[in-house]
Each structure stands twice: as C-alpha cells, then as structure tokens.
C-alpha cells in the first residue's frame, strides 16, 4: 500500500511538472505576439466573412453593419442551415416595410424570444441577394495552427484572425491567441487572456468593429 502511494506521487509530480512547464510556454508565446493590433480604421458599411458565415447576426442584428457577405460551397443540408444553396450571398439589413424579407431567416429569427431579435423584427428584417463574388473591400479571415507539446499529449493552438483590404491585401487588423490543452478531450484548454488579464478575449476584443468603422452607424 505504502509503495502504491508513493508511486501515485511520483506521478502526479511529473504530471504538476509537465503542466507548469506548459503554462511556461504558454506564458512565453503569449508574451510574443499575443493580442488585438490595429493598424488602420476605415470606413464602410460591411464586410466579407471569407471564413464563415456564422457571423452575421452579430454583423446586422447585435451590431451597426449593413451588409454581411460570405461564400458557402458546401452548406448543410439540415433544415437548420441559413441558405442551404451554395454559393456566395449578401445579407442586407432593411426595413420590414420594404417587403424585403429572407422568408427562411425570418422564421429563423422568430424562433429567438430574448433580446435584440423581438425588438429587431418588429421594425427590421434581413434581405439575401445571391452575388457571382463578393463584393466587399473589406474582409474578415480567421487560421489557426496546432501542436503537440513535448510530452506527446498535452496540446497548443495558435489562432489568428484579421481584417485585411481586398483591393490592396493590406492587413487593417489582428487578433492573435495561444492555448494549453494539458488532455486535449479530457480538460479544457488554457489560452492568453486567462493568464494575462491585459490581453482581451476574441469577443472583448471587437477585432473588426474596431477595424471597420460604418459609414451612418445604426439604421433609423
């Protein structure tokens, strides 16, 4: 018994070794580049998701955009898909009187009773023009990258986003992360902001709300 225990120790000190020695990196990398930069504001009322399409209720409804393009090649077919057709799609925010309305995310948005959607639809609605291209200068990219540690378990992540100009490919902005999973699929993943409360979330950062200033703000 008293060897089992010993053994249990041995253990778990190489294990709170291993795990502080990844924290370390993180720390380091975190310390590297990590962050939210801007380089140049501009101005326009929308912008091209060239990563997803997942965005654009936090582009139109939550936030002051718009317009919201993005292209799909494969989308779901599952009745919860936005636009099952492929292809590339400007959604556009207008007024419900114009008779505008994208029938299929109308419902969609129905379906949500807490704020903003009610007070949203009772005066807005999202209008869906499909595009040859997209038509945006402006546009949103998202990569990331993972590794192992040296332990062959535990994990890293580096993720990064940007905003960059079509025209000129110029980066406008960027939002760089690191994380530590120690049991990737067994414990959640440390990432910069925990362990430097002065570099912000994603969410907290406002990456392209920062970069991309609209033109008339909000819809009256």
């Not at 049991?183 to 970069?211: G, M, W, Y």
Request: net charge neutral; aromatic share 12%.
């Amino acid at each position: 018994m008293k060897k089992l225990s010993v053994l249990f120790l041995v253990i778990a000190s190489f294990a709170c070794a291993a795990e502080n020695e990844g924290l370390d990196e993180l720390k380091r990398l975190c310390e590297k580049d990590a962050g939210l930069k801007i380089y140049k504001t501009v101005e326009a009322d929308g912008y091209y998701n060239a990563y997803s399409e997942s965005g654009w209720g936090d582009a139109l409804i939550k936030g002051p955009y718009q317009f919201y393009e993005y292209c799909d090649d494969s989308p779901s077919l599952s009745k919860a898909a936005l636009i099952p057709e492929p292809g590339c799609y400007r959604l556009r925010k207008v007024h419900r009187k114009e008779g505008q309305c994208h029938q299929r995310i109308d419902e969609k948005l129905s379906t949500f009773v807490v704020a903003p959607y009610p007070k949203f639809l009772e005066e807005f609605c999202i209008e869906v023009q499909k595009i040859e291209n997209p038509t945006a200068i402006y546009s949103f990219h998202s990569e990331s990258k993972s590794w192992s540690d040296k332990n062959g378990v535990s994990e890293f992540r580096r993720s990064h986003v940007f905003v960059k100009d079509r025209l000129s490919s110029e980066t406008l902005g960027e939002y760089i992360s690191y994380s530590y999973n120690e049991k990737p699929r067994h414990t959640s993943p440390k990432s910069c902001n925990i362990i430097n409360k002065q570099i912000p979330s994603f969410v907290d950062a406002k990456l392209v709300e920062s970069t991309i200033i609209t033109h008339q703000g909000e819809m009256k």
